[in-house]
């Protein structure tokens, strides 16, 4: 007998195909009416395959009594009700580590994007500028200060590469980590007023919400750089637009925002800020592993061992 799974949205044909195949999987984002679905077929399904993106809410749980396993493409968990999977004893597997690399590649792109424009400069030969104009200068970042929010996996894949680019390093975590041997900043508002450029490598959810404040972007200043490829959350955008048009921060590198796929208008006419469609982890390579950790988490589970990588 197959195990009866219920998808929350789409994902990426390979991994659909090979669900089909090892389960009896069925697609909640195609009933026209989901909440009624739900209230008729919840108690059929004993697992859930999700994503980073939908994750999985109270409601959801509730709605869903035989349910054994979560199994979420992606690493981040801010759009999963924790407490309500802890309390009904719901293992929520995901897929950290296999995306570390793509996504401190994408912070770096993001950063020497901002700060040589090579975007900008993109746009100005596009546009034949380059016949009547000199392009202006932009921003050294080899030698410069990296401050780093969120010494997590992925933190640390990003300083490894800041030393690729003579960087000094300094980062500011919950909690000192024991285990790397970069300077700890006690605040982030310290490690703002430090640092040239300041990678968001945090998680998002409520514990980061907001941290980067209006403050913060002050401390940061008119010649620092911000770069976020963690959740928009983590700052307040509306500070962020607000110190970007008035150029009290030099520019920002962004692949993540606060609604999705909603970007807000006042950034399109920026030339120092690099827009991302929240793609950090969007190779071939890096999303094959993600799915590959789907279904791997789920054989590992359907077998009575732990999964590989495991939230709960
Ligand atoms: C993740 O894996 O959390 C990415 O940000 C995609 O949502």
Redo the contacts with the bound molecule.
Sequence with gaps: MRHRLLQTGPLAPDLEAQLARQYDIHPLWKESDPKAFLADHGSDFVGLVT???HGADAALLQAMPALKVISSF???LDAFDLEAARVKGIPIGY?PDV?NDCVADTAFALLMDVARNVSAADRFVRRGDWRTQQFPLATKVSGKRLGILGMGRIGRVIARRASGFDMELRYHNRRQASDVPYGYAPTLHELAAWADFLVIASAGGDETRGLVSREILDALGPKGYLINIS?GSVTDQDALVDALVHKRIAGAGLD?FTHEPEVPEALLALDNVVLLP?V??NTHETRSD?AQRVLDNLTAFFAGRPMISQAL
């Design positions: 994503s980073a993106r992606g690493v981040g897929t995306l959740r993540v929240h950090a982890s993600m």
